[in-house]
């Protein structure tokens, strides 16, 4: 983890990112490691905390959703698809957005909005237009300075009451950096001291059920701006909601 905090080094530190993702498929089981048949349960847990932050039911004509790190959009049209009315669109690789473009129901498309092929480490999201910025699975791929200010602008992104949920894995015994890739396994802890950093506070926070033992455990973040208020609907979520993954 040391070459993680090093500075001078971002070049070639998201090379070996941008490397590996050339050589996978566009396919599910490509975006998830070689684990597709976790998908199903990944989405229904997905749709569950949304549903329970926001606690509605039904889609807001004037809702939107920015899906960052959006691979062949998996999230975009199995979860956020489902919650809001227009998704915009953030993914480094020009061929998973192709194959995305081209996968998309014909009856989703009106509904996908803006379609930003860039670094998550580099994408100035609009300010003030998301009710959700979710992150899954691709914030750890970030420096920790890079991490903050990816995470500073989202804030700015979000309309009043909006939240950025992240989804990420959590180490257990120690923390450690897949080399292969560059995805770093950080403690839950040292998530939340980040989240801190960006000026962010935690409305929310649970653990994905019903994934194999043997993957590391996954939590959801939802997140607000330090100090903002909060709309009813937000107010009403518990600070912390502790779950324990299951095998």
């Not at 229904?44 to 959703?65: K, N």
């Not at 691709?138 to 990816?150: E, M």
Request: glycine share 6%; proline share 6%; aromatic share 10%.
């Amino acid at each position: 983890m040391q070459e993680l905090e090093q500075t001078g080094n971002e070049e070639r530190w998201y090379k070996v990112t941008q490397d590996y993702w050339k050589e996978q498929p566009s396919t599910v089981d490509g975006m998830l490691g070689g684990i597709g048949e976790v998908a199903q349960t990944d989405e229904e847990g997905s749709r569950a905390f949304i549903q329970r932050i926001f606690q509605r039911t039904t889609i807001p004509p004037d809702s939107r959703a920015l899906d960052c790190g959006a691979g062949i959009g998996r999230v975009t049209i199995k979860v956020l698809a489902d919650c809001f009315q227009t998704i915009d669109v953030q993914e480094q690789s020009s061929n998973f957005v192709r194959t995305f473009q081209e996968a998309c129901p014909e009856e989703l498309r009106p509904r996908i909005g803006m379609t930003s092929v860039s670094t998550l480490q580099d994408f100035v999201p609009t300010p003030n237009t998301y009710d959700c910025i979710w992150i899954q699975w691709v914030l750890a791929y970030l420096k920790p300075a890079h991490l903050v200010q990816c995470l500073q602008r989202c804030a700015a992104a979000l309309k009043p009451g909006g939240f950025i949920v992240v989804k990420e894995n959590v180490a257990r015994g120690t923390e450690m950096l897949d080399e292969q890739d560059n995805y770093a396994i950080r403690f839950k802890q040292v998530w939340l001291d980040i989240f801190a950093q960006a000026g962010l506070e935690v409305r929310a926070q649970e653990a994905q059920q019903g994934f194999p033992r043997a993957l590391f455990p996954v939590w959801f973040f939802a997140l607000q701006p330090a100090g903002a208020p909060q709309p009813p609907a937000a107010a009403a979520i518990p600070a912390t909601a502790v779950a324990v993954a299951t095998s």
